[in-house]
């Protein structure tokens, strides 16, 4: 079994809608990510949860709200979603192992389409 | 801001032909990873360098970080199809925050 998975892999939506995206892991990480990826663009943070009781924005967090249900659990939502959010999004894991290491696990991806 | 810059941004060879691909970073680095992206799916880890001068291989894929550690190359030796793909950098950021990405460099292998 995949140690990061993401709900739903697929999904098109219409403007106006809430989506809500899930990722789950099962490597026991504290740390946890949302990216979105766009063609020219590459990968741009969204939100970071270094634990539980701990989230913070990145470098593209308006539109969009997280939630930490528990150490396993990182759920991403577009209240309103808007064509411009169509993109592939990417949840991953990681647990440093020391100060200036870092390596991060990614789930398979959700293409989210917003007509 | 710390930024990455990935060269080439495309890369076309033919199967059996040796390849590299630069990142360059704005500032230090102080862990420098490789992803491989197969396209639209999920990012693979392939090696991770902290050190100056540090070298690591898997397979046919080498990595080296320069003594300065501003700069990292990924070589692949004898290319086959199944290296085809997206290959990112990406860096520790700022202490406490998370990793920065290069744009990727696309790389197709023509049998």
């Known amino acids: 079994d995949a140690d990061v998975t993401q709900t739903p892999r697929n999904r098109i939506t219409k403007t106006g809608k809430r989506i809500m995206l899930e990722c789950s892991q099962t490597k026991g990480h504290d740390r946890m990510y949302w990216y979105r990826q766009d063609p020219g663009l590459g990968l741009r943070l969204i939100y970071y949860s270094f634990d539980v009781k701990d989230i913070n924005k990145g470098e593209i967090s308006d539109g969009y709200s997280v939630s930490r249900q528990a150490q396993a659990k990182f759920s991403l939502s577009l209240e309103s979603a808007i064509p411009n959010q169509t993109a592939l999004y990417f949840c991953?894991?990681?647990?440093?192992?020391?100060?200036?290491?870092?390596?991060?696990?990614f789930g398979p991806g959700t293409r989210l389409t917003v007509l | 801001s710390q930024e990455l810059e990935q060269s080439p941004q495309s890369l076309i060879v033919q199967e059996g032909k040796n390849l590299t691909i630069n990142c360059t970073s704005s500032?230090?680095?102080?862990?420098l990873y490789w992803y491989k992206q197969k396209y639209g799916e999920g990012l693979i880890f392939l090696m991770m360098?902290?050190?100056?001068?540090e070298e690591k291989s898997h397979e046919k894929i080498t990595a080296k970080l320069d003594e300065k550690k501003q700069q990292s190359s990924l070589h692949i030796t004898a290319s086959q199809p199944s290296h085809a793909g997206i290959y990112l950098c990406g860096a520790d950021g700022q202490a406490g925050t998370a990793l920065i990405f290069g744009k990727g460099t696309t790389l197709s292998v023509s049998s």
């Open positions: 500032k230090t680095l102080y862990g």
């Open positions: 360098l902290q050190k100056g001068g």
């Open positions: 991953a894991t990681s647990e440093p192992r020391d100060f200036m290491s870092d390596t991060q696990y």
